[in-house]
T-cell receptor, first 114, second 114 residues
Framework: DGGITQSPKYLFRKEGQNVTLSCEQN?????MYWYRQDPGQGLRLIYYSQIVNDFQKGDIAEGYSVSREKKESFPLTVTSAQKNPTAFYLCASRFSGGIGYEQYFGPGTRLTVT | AQSVTQLDSQVPVFEEAPVELRCNYSSSVSVYLFWYVQYPNQGLQLLLK??????LVKGINGFEAEFNKSQTSFHLRKPSVHISDTAEYFCAVSDTKSDYKLSFGAGTTVTVRA
């Protein structure tokens, strides 16, 4: 089955530690995205990548980093510089062939930092 | 820049009653509009999308939406809801100037009661 996997589903970390969230897709999509979801705020874009070895900052990139070494993978690192890292993180991907292609979402990772 | 306003944060509704979720957008260019649904602790699933053509768009699970360019709206409707429609619903907009990035509304929580 084609889809997007995010692991783990729940992640707990101590303040001051970096943590990496995994996102893998087997849809052969070119573009991949990371969003952060907080209650009552919808989804906010952290980073996105339209091709391998290239990525751009979204609206709230501070305190986060990404890499795109393979088409299938787009890991997100939440660094200790992120002031409020506790949130639900969603990864998405999209075929870049034209305007008609929507973003597909993974199941999300809930990160709790204490 | 594009933006989305979902006019209702919470919509309680009785089973088998109709429901309408309101969405207004702003953009300086032609837009592409989407409605997504999110069940608790899950990713987002596409309900329907408007790219061009007919202003009435039909989606999955009996949902439909109407694009109104003059009112810059894209309201979602279902004539008869089920308990299983209890979820959070997000309106999103994309355009050619934004690299097809999505801007999301804050979401509307629909609670269906028996």
């Amino acid at each position: 089955d084609g889809g997007i996997t995010q692991s783990p589903k729940y992640l707990f970390r101590k303040e001051g530690q970096n943590v990496t969230l995994s996102c893998e897709q087997n849809l052969n999509h070119d573009a991949m995205y990371w969003y952060r979801q907080d209650p009552g705020q919808g989804l906010r874009l952290i980073y996105y990548s339209q091709i391998v070895n290239d990525f751009q900052k979204g609206d709230i990139a501070e305190g986060y980093s990404v890499s795109r070494e393979k088409k299938e993978s787009f890991p997100l690192t939440v660094t200790s510089a992120q002031k409020n890292p506790t949130a639900f993180y969603l990864c998405a991907s999209r075929f870049s062939g034209g305007i008609g292609y929507e973003q597909y979402f993974g199941p999300g990772t809930r990160l709790t930092v204490t | 820049a594009q933006s989305v306003t979902q006019l209702d944060s919470q919509v309680p509704v009785f089973e088998e009653a109709p429901v309408e979720l309101r969405c207004n957008y702003s953009s300086s260019v032609s837009v592409y509009l989407f409605w997504y649904v999110q069940y608790p602790n899950q990713g987002l699933q596409l309900l329907l999308k408007y790219l061009s053509g007919s202003t009435l768009v039909k989606g999955i699970n009996g949902f439909e939406a109407e694009f109104n360019k003059s009112q810059t709206s894209f309201h979602l409707r279902k004539p008869s809801v089920h308990i299983s429609d209890t979820a959070e619903y997000f309106c999103a907009v994309s355009d050619t100037k934004s690299d097809y990035k999505l801007s999301f509304g804050a979401g509307t929580t629909v609670t269906v009661r028996a």
